[in-house]
């Protein structure tokens, strides 16, 4: 199984860089989209599933902010819009595909650019930490496709001696990523198989790589640790600030 994850920056934006030709390539057999920014009626389903792909869509209250979608190839069994949290579900930030018996979820979780924004962030962090602990917990097996906006370790983030106080790069956020792939029990697929510095998933259209940080993840819960095969990210795409996170998995059985 193959799945790939991408935050668009907008459908709009990602729209004339060739969003529709990069599909056409993809062997994935899942794909995640986050910040799609666009509404569930404008979204572009007929031209999807002519590419081969089911489609999707939560869109956010106000769908010019936030917004995720799960294109798969295969009819998922279920498909669940929001996680329970009103920050996320107000920004249409959480959709899950259910297959025979792993679940995949594309995930966008709020920036928080200033020093107000990231107090304010905490609640929803513990809350969202305690939602991982139960989902870790169940039988199914999870798959969580996650811009976080936010790097793990220093390996994560371009020159990071001199980056520390920048949004997603800040000690508060790298304790929230230990977190999350510590006690909340699910851990990082790329990072079990990828151990490469300047890995780096984001960094803005008109910058140099140094600058970039790894944003984006790949959550998966306990069961799923040894299913992991190979992991990376495409550097060469650019179809928004963020680029194309890819895994390969192989499961006990196929679901595909």
Known sequence: ?????????????????????????????????QDIRISEAQF???????LGFNAFVFDAQQPN?????????????AVIRGIGINELDEQGAFVQ????????????FPK????????????LQRNFLQHCKKTSAK????????????????????RWQERQHE???RPEERNFMDMLLGPAGFSDAFRMVNK???????????????????????LITPKLRDSVLSAQIAGDIQLSPHRPVTVRYEFQRDFF
């Open 112 to 123: 928080a650019p200033t020093e107000a924004s990231l107090a304010a962030r905490f609640d």
């Open 139 to 158: 039988r199914r097996d999870y798959i969580y496709c996650a811009s976080l906006m936010m790097a793990h370790q220093s390996t994560d983030i371009g």
């Open 167 to 169: 949004p997603g790069c």
């Open 196 to 218: 490469k510095d300047g890995q780096y998933s984001y960094w803005p259209l008109d910058e140099t790589r140094e600058l970039g940080c790894r944003f984006d993840y790949q």
């Open 1 to 33: 199984m193959i799945i790939t994850s991408l935050n668009l920056n907008g459908l709009a934006n990602a729209a004339p860089r060739g969003i529709l030709n990069w599909l056409k390539n993809q062997q994935a057999d899942v794909i995640c989209w």
């Open 97 to 108: 595909a259910d297959f025979e018996d792993v679940s995949v979820a594309s995930l966008l």
């Open 44 to 50: 572009p389903f007929t031209a999807l599933e002519k």
């Open 65 to 77: 902010q936030g917004g995720t979608a799960i294109l798969s190839r295969e009819m998922p069994k």
